[in-house]
């Protein structure tokens, strides 16, 4: 399991032909972390022009074209300390 590459809140760049959008407008913005899913991390992506977001994996992204600013080292926030999705202490039940 590797950590995610992005973290919310940087751009990048898409592959060309994954939404067949036109080649100008391949870079967005990531809204949200997902949690991984076969091995590969997984994004929530909004395009400046759209008013909904995509899902994509980390395969989706051009490595060559997305600016090296944007390339974040650590987990997003929305992980819990111990690197999982949810943390069970923060969910009650009522009796």
């Known amino acids: ?9 940087d751009t990048v760049v898409l592959k060309r032909g994954v939404f067949r959008k036109d080649e100008r407008y391949r ?16 994004y929530r992506v909004q395009f400046s ?3 909904f977001a995509r899902h994509i994996t980390e395969a989706d992204v051009d490595r060559a074209e997305t600016p090296a600013s944007s390339r ?18 923060s969910i009650r039940t009522r009796k």
């Not at 399991?1 to 809140?9: D, L, Q, V």
Request: a negative charge.
């Open 1 to 9: 399991m590797g950590k995610p590459a992005y973290r919310a809140g």
């Open 27 to 42: 870079s967005c913005s990531i809204s949200a972390v997902l949690p991984e899913a076969q091995g590969l991390a997984q």
């Open 72 to 89: 974040g080292t650590a987990p997003s926030a929305s992980f819990a300390g111990d690197g999982r999705w949810i943390n069970p202490g």
């Open 49 to 51: 022009d759209e008013c």
